[in-house]
């Protein structure tokens, strides 16, 4: 069942959890949001002084309208839980949560959230659950991890694991991953979640990073991760409904109103018949621009 986008995540941009430098720099950067990274983008020997960074930062940095997600390490790495209590108590927004291959993993984070907010006075449930699904058995067990958590608000595609873990060649065109995609796309679709597409790992091809978010946005994806700074603006304006597009939107959601009220079903504008999933694009396209704080 589709519900209403909450937040627009256009770009979720990772951030070391151990350097506070860029953690700031990030905050500066009016980003849909930071992933505080506590996963691959630290070091073995130094994520218990990254938990320790990010705990601080949830508590002094003002982010602004930028939402806060802290990616932990998995579950069966046996650092996950404890990434959780430290990190909770500084209240973020949500938790990405790597390699999901099945539905007990969000689950069982569910339930040690629970427990946290309760432990420390947090509003129950404020604190959302996004899945990376990275591994062939993910894609499998997509429909039950859909349906794993009511935290659940987005699916997120981690290619350069999948490609490992299935033996398929990387290539610069993507072609090879159109068939996972399409099927993240479409479960999370099903289930109405965020659905952030896959890094770009070439930062400063700008050319190649602006051609992979136009077809992730023909593919249905809502977003992207970024690596880097100078990736943000491309991915927030290409994944942002356009002016005219708002416009179109705008005119066909105002006069099915019309027609409805008329006692019509169907209806012409601009010389195209008008029905009921032309009118559901548009109010699917309304429903990003008011998240994005594009109209009100």
Known sequence: MQTEINHARRAMMYVPGNDLHKIEKAAALNVDAVILDLEDGV???RKDEARQV??????????GRTERFVRINALASGRGEADLQAIVPGTPDGILVPKVDDA???????????????????????ISIAATIEGAIGFLNLRDICQSSPRLQALVFGAEDFTADTGITRTREAQELLLARSLLVLHGAAFGLSLIDMVQTAFSDMPLLEAECQRGTELGFTGKQVI????????QRVFSPSEK??????????????????GRGA??????????????????ILRRARAAGMIS
């Open 54 to 63: 990010i705990r601080h930062a949830l508590e002094s940095i003002d982010f």
């Open 245 to 262: 597009a708002i416009a179109h939107a705008l005119r066909v959601v105002e006069s099915a109103h019309q027609a409805q009220s008329e």
């Open 267 to 284: 209806f012409a504008l601009d010389g195209h018949m008008v029905d009921a999933p032309v009118v559901k694009r548009a109010e699917n």
């Open 228 to 235: 880097h700074p100078a990736q943000v603006e491309t991915v």
């Open 104 to 126: 007990s993993i969000p689950d069982r984070v569910d339930q040690l959230l629970s427990s946290l907010e309760k432990e420390h006075r947090i509003e129950p449930g404020s």
């Open 43 to 45: 070091a073995p020997g």
